[in-house]
Nanobody
Framework: QVQLVESGGGLVQAGGSVRLSCAAS????????MGWFRQAPGKEREFVAV????????YYADSVKGRFTISRDNAKNTGYLQMNSLKPEDTAVYYC?????????????????WGQGTQVTVSS
């Protein structure tokens, strides 16, 4: 079992930046693919970004490409999502998720472990 706890959300103005953290505990983090998802009010949870266990591979949703950066520090058992040039449409609850193994996925059904989420609100 892997436990995930997100932090770093809050209120930010459009054009600003926020860095989210995802602290993992319970197991060594490096064998797990890590993904970030988000859910806006009234919408389904959607994929944002994913990173391989080693950190050598990343993939982003088109809506955040060039603005968000996913990373991880396995020595600290922590993942990150750096969000720049934020837009009001980025407002959502952001969740980190983990999937054991080397096959990455953009589908939320493929992730067994989830954090509780952290709210990011971007004001215009």
């Amino acid at each position: 079992q892997v436990q995930l706890v997100e932090s770093g959300g809050g209120l930010v103005q459009a054009g600003g930046s926020v860095r989210l953290s995802c602290a993992a505990s319970g197991r060594t983090f490096s064998p797990y693919i890590m993904g970030w998802f988000r859910q806006a009010p009234g919408k389904e949870r959607e994929f944002v970004a994913v990173i391989s266990g080693s950190g050598g591979f990343t993939y982003y949703a088109d809506s955040v490409k060039g603005r968000f950066t996913i990373s991880r520090d396995n020595a600290k058992n922590t993942g990150y999502l750096q969000m720049n040039s934020l837009k009001p449409e980025d407002t959502a609850v952001y969740y980190c998720a983990a999937r054991y193994g080397s096959t990455w996925s953009t589908s939320r059904s493929q992730y067994a472990y989830w954090g509780q989420g952290t709210q990011v609100t971007v004001s215009s």
